[in-house]
């Protein structure tokens, strides 16, 4: 059981390179989110998922893409990085809606020069 | 208006003591639930305790105790005899409705130094 996996675990970018954050989860859970977190700062809520083929825009979307096409991946795409999505991405997901528990991936440290 | 505020930036306690740390949450609704993380300098996201809007009582888990005032609107994590791996920063969140998933609202934090 892996549960949640991010990759990469640290990627730099050049201003203006496009690139994709990958999520997966292997616990079946329906919910899945992306979170973005600064430095000295709590996290925001960039895009969620409820399940596959439904996607919304949480607290900071511009710049950001998803998409769900199955149960277990939920991929963030930046599509013109800007040194401002410098940050630690964290993806999380949970199973249910009576469920309490949040699982989240070990982060991803993307830098943007 | 924030929804979460953590007003200590950061905190020292002496190892084995217990020590406080809080939070105060803005929600007009009546069904929410608030969550306790640690973040070690290792970056990763530690579930620690959670308190539906509706649980009586205060939630516990081992070490870790949440002091849930809902009148006050704040949900206090009470850590008993601190470790020197308790080192860390601290998050409170909150999930507002029923149904809101895994979506939450951070606060911006409380970083924790154990001293020995």
């Known amino acids: 059981n892996a549960g949640v996996t991010q990759t990469p675990k640290f990627q730099v970018l050049k201003t203006g390179q496009s690139m994709t954050l990958q999520c997966a989860q292997d616990m079946n859970h329906e919910y899945m989110s992306w979170y973005r977190q600064d430095p000295g700062m709590g996290l925001r809520l960039i895009h969620y998922?409820?399940?596959?083929?439904?996607?919304d825009q949480g607290e900071v979307p511009n710049g950001y893409n998803v998409s769900r096409s199955t149960t277990e991946d939920f991929p963030l795409r930046l599509l013109s990085a800007a040194p401002s999505q410098t940050s630690v991405y964290f993806c999380?997901?949970?199973?249910?809606?009576?469920?309490?528990?949040?699982?989240f991936g070990e982060g991803s440290w993307l830098t943007v020069v | 208006a924030q929804k979460i505020t953590q007003t200590q930036p950061g905190m020292f306690v002496q190892e084995k003591e217990a020590v406080t740390l809080d939070c105060t949450y803005d929600?007009?609704?009546?069904?929410?639930?608030l969550f306790w993380y640690k973040q070690p300098s290792s970056g990763e996201m530690i579930f620690l305790i959670y308190?539906?809007?509706?649980?009586?009582q205060n939630a516990t888990e081992g070490r870790y105790s949440l002091n849930f005032q809902k009148a006050r609107k704040s949900a206090n994590l009470v850590i008993s005899a601190s470790q020197l791996g308790d080192s860390a920063m601290y998050f409170c969140?909150?999930?507002?409705?029923?149904?809101?998933?895994?979506?939450?609202?951070f606060g911006g934090g409380t970083r924790l130094m154990v001293k020995p």
């Open positions: 998922s409820v399940g596959a083929g439904i996607t």
């Open positions: 929600t007009s609704d009546q069904s929410y639930g």
């Open positions: 969140a909150m999930r507002e409705g029923p149904d809101a998933g895994n979506m939450l609202t």
């Open positions: 999380a997901s949970k199973y249910y809606t009576g469920e309490n528990t949040i699982y």
């Open positions: 308190q539906g809007s509706y649980d009586e």
